[in-house]
Nanobody, 114 residues
Framework: QVQLVESGGGLVQAGGSLRLSCVAS????????MGWYRQAPGKQRELVAT???????NYADSVEDRFTISRDSAKKSVYLQMNSLKPEDAAVYYC????????WGKGTLVTVSS
């Protein structure tokens, strides 16, 4: 069973930065894509950013130019660098891996104060 463990969430002021990390229990080259999703209270879970096995990245329009997804295969990790954070970025952020199955972490909470 693949496990994904997120870390790096916390409280930050608007305009600040956070870096989220996701460590997989298996080599990430096993996955077709990995990504970050978020869910704010009362809202549906939404895509934030993905990175495919070939390195292609995709971002939600709302985070384009502010967030950067990256990976380190040796560390079995995917990262999300979040800059210029806004109050509307506050949510639980989930790591996702798509392979033979669709895997999710338990999430890490990001709170942005105005």
């Amino acid at each position: 069973q693949v496990q994904l463990v997120e870390s790096g969430g916390g409280l930050v002021q608007a305009g600040g930065s956070l870096r989220l990390s996701c460590v997989a229990s298996t080599g990430i080259f096993n996955f077709n894509a990995m990504g970050w999703y978020r869910q704010a209270p009362g809202k549906q879970r939404e895509l934030v950013a993905t990175i495919r096995s070939g390195g292609t990245t995709n971002y939600a329009d709302s985070v384009e130019d502010r967030f950067t997804i990256s990976r380190d295969s040796a560390k079995k990790s995917v990262y999300l660098q979040m800059n210029s954070l806004k109050p509307e970025d506050a949510a639980v952020y989930y790591c996702n891996a798509q392979g033979s199955n669709n895997y999710w972490g338990k999430g890490t909470l990001v709170t942005v104060s105005s």
